[in-house]
């Protein structure tokens, strides 16, 4: 997720916009940039690392003005560099822009900028916006931004400053967010609150397809049709730091309400609600490719590996194709059988995982293609890769995984049709109804997420209990692994998870009233077995606790705590049944009064082995 920040007032810009700029650090970026109005030039000035490396590179020759735009860049079209660090501008260097988001048709946009003689410096999918504008401008620029807009398919936050008209931004945002700052004549736009939470706590939330002309006299909100809107002003009451995790107490529960929006995302752009495409830019394999694979071999840790148990069942389901799967600390020493039929489907949110790096590179000296699913643009996974499918979750702060694993499974879902559709091996008719299903997902992740009062009750009445065994059959024998994994790292209780089918072959032995029991029973083929391992739970006085599909009434009399999740397909339940299981982790933790972002001996990216 990249950061926007923009300011006019009376104060010099500089220092307001690398401080916004700051105060968005958070949001993960690799490189920065500001743009100032200064002496009727617009100064621009960026560079690739860290704010420190701009900082430094403005203690020379820092522009002076009193309107500006500034940006922290997540990369997602175009590698971490200066040429691709945001501000934009357009030929003339007179129409600048920073931008959030992701603009699904830049492609055909920029060939036409191209062939009308335009000509550009960066690889990013935001400098087509600058030389749209330049075309629309014509002495007006909130119309010219207005018209631009109107263009653009994805998403976005984006603001806008030209030469000639010194003394507004232009704003305007679909999906990303953009906020508007009130200040005493001065005013702010930014992508979050805390990046002019020091200079006033007068907020517009700026709703979608809306467009904010912002002087320092006054702000005014139109429509894209060019109607005007009134919005109420909202007074921020939250201190920097929680304003930093948008309100919430925790980046963990944060980034678990983040997840609707990082599925829609990952599937904007690769599933079409109008069409049938599912298209995947930079697979890295082409349809020869694809019809000659006789094996895939995952290579994942921890909470990636338990999205390529998911991936493994949808491949094997829809494909056809035998997939193999393995922690990646063991695979790199196990002398695998790969060869140059064989895919490695590599999955680390961070990129950067030690263990899986090797695999990856013992896969691929033995011959394997490699397609990868990261999280972070630039990562070394995403550099050695033959192709790279990247999850949109923005950055995961919290060490426990949330947001990335249910986008690394969009993104194995989606994965899973094109191969199939490539091989033939999926019906028309099961084809569209796993397309439907994947569309809703965002939606229905949505609707639990409003609401989950039940599930901080269960927190509260099993956070002191011995240990919890996780059981699930199917696809969501991983999401039992899962869960167990997320109690495990941030409340240390000892979990469990295992196939329920194991029960009596093992795990049955530790029932008792100080073990919780929690049963991954949504609806699907092995449903009624999974009813069945409850009733062998509940006969040892074990407590359970059942994710249970909506409207599903049956298994209240054997479970002792119900929580409901939407119905889907039981290729994508793991995906819903994710957010449970999380919240669930969350809120034991919570109870037992642990840091919960940063839990004890663990780190966000290992990198060692
Ligand atoms: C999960 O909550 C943990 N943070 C950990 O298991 C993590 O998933 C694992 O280290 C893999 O990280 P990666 O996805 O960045 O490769």
New binding site residues.
């Given amino acids: 997720m990249c950061g926007i920040v923009g300011y006019t007032g009376g104060r010099e810009v500089c220092p307001i916009l690398v401080d916004g700029l700051r105060r968005l650090e958070y949001r993960g970026y690799d490189s920065a940039g500001v743009a100032i109005l200064s002496d009727e030039r617009i100064e621009v000035c960026k560079a690739t690392g860290k704010l420190s490396v701009l900082e430094s590179v403005l203690i020379d020759n820092s522009p002076n003005g009193v309107l500006g735009i500034g940006h922290t860049r997540w990369a997602t079209h175009g590698r971490p560099s200066d040429e691709n660090a945001h501000p934009h501008s357009d030929c003339t260097g007179s129409i600048v822009v920073v931008h959030n988001g992701i603009i699904e048709n830049y492609l055909p946009l920029k060939t036409q900028l191209i062939a009308n003689g335009h000509k550009f410096v960066s690889e990013t999918d935001t400098e087509v916006i600058a030389h749209l504008v330049e075309e629309a401008y014509q002495g007006d620029l909130a119309e010219a931004v207005r018209s631009t807009v109107l263009r653009l398919e994805g998403s976005f936050a984006l603001a806008v400053i030209c030469r000639e008209q010194p003394d507004l931004i232009v704003a305007a945002r679909r999906h990303s967010p953009l906020v508007v700052g009130l200040g005493e004549n001065e005013n702010f736009i930014a992508s979050d609150v805390p990046a002019f939470l020091p200079y006033t706590k007068k907020v517009y939330f700026i709703d979608d397809d809306t467009l904010a002309i912002v002087k320092k006299s006054g702000v005014e909100l139109r429509s894209l049709d060019g109607d005007p809107i009134s919005k109420d002003v909202f007074e921020v009451t939250w201190n920097a730091d929680m304003a930093e995790r948008g309100g919430y107490e925790h980046f963990m529960l944060k980034e678990i309400h983040e997840q609707p929006t990082a599925l829609r995302e990952t599937m904007r752009g690769r599933l079409s609600s109008e069409t049938a495409d599912v298209t995947l830019e930079g697979l890295g394999l082409s349809h020869e490719d694809i019809l000659k694979l006789n094996k895939i071999v995952m290579i994942?840790?921890?909470?990636?590996y338990h999205a390529a148990m998911v991936g493994k069942y949808m491949i094997e389901g829809l494909v056809r194709i035998p997939v193999e799967l393995d922690v990646a600390s063991e695979l790199r020493y196990r002398d695998p059988i790969i060869d140059n039929n064989t895919l490695a489907l590599v999955?680390?949110?961070?990129?950067?995982?030690a263990d899986?790096l090797a695999g990856m590179r013992e896969a691929k000296r033995r011959g394997a293609k490699v397609l990868a699913i990261t999280n972070v643009v630039g990562s070394s996974v995403a550099r050695e890769a033959d192709g790279v499918l990247y999850t949109y979750a923005g950055p995961e702060i919290a060490?426990?995984?949330t947001k990335?694993y249910t986008t690394q499974l969009m993104v194995l879902s989606l994965v899973s049709l094109y191969l199939s559709r490539v091989r033939g091996t999926i019906s028309t008719e099961r084809d569209a109804q796993l397309r439907r299903a994947l569309w809703y997902i965002p939606e229905q992740a949505d609707l639990f997420l409003s609401e989950y009062q039940d599930i901080i009750g269960c927190a509260d009445r099993y956070h002191n209990f011995a240990g919890f065994l996780y059981m699930g059959r199917g696809p969501n024998l991983a999401s039992a692994l899962e869960g167990a994994?997320?109690i495990k790292?941030i409340a240390y209780i000892h979990a469990e998870g295992y196939a329920a089918g194991e029960m009596k072959h093992g795990p049955i032995a530790m029932i008792d009233p100080s073990m919780a029991t929690v049963a991954i029973a949504t609806k699907g083929r092995t449903y009624e077995k999974v009813l069945s391992n409850m009733q062998e739970v509940k006969a040892r006085l074990g407590e359970i606790i059942a994710i249970a599909s909506t409207h599903d009434t049956e298994i209240h009399s054997l479970a002792d705590k119900v929580i409901h999740v939407p119905e889907t397909e039981e290729m994508l339940s793991p995906i819903l049944n994710a957010l449970p299981l999380q919240l669930l982790a969350y809120y034991v933790a919570k109870f037992r009064g642990h840091e919960i972002d940063q839990p004890r001996n663990?780190a966000?990216?290992?990198t060692v082995e």
């Fill in positions: 994942a840790c921890g909470t990636a999955i680390s949110q961070s990129g950067e995982t899986t060490v426990a995984s990335a994994l997320k790292e663990l966000k990216s290992v």
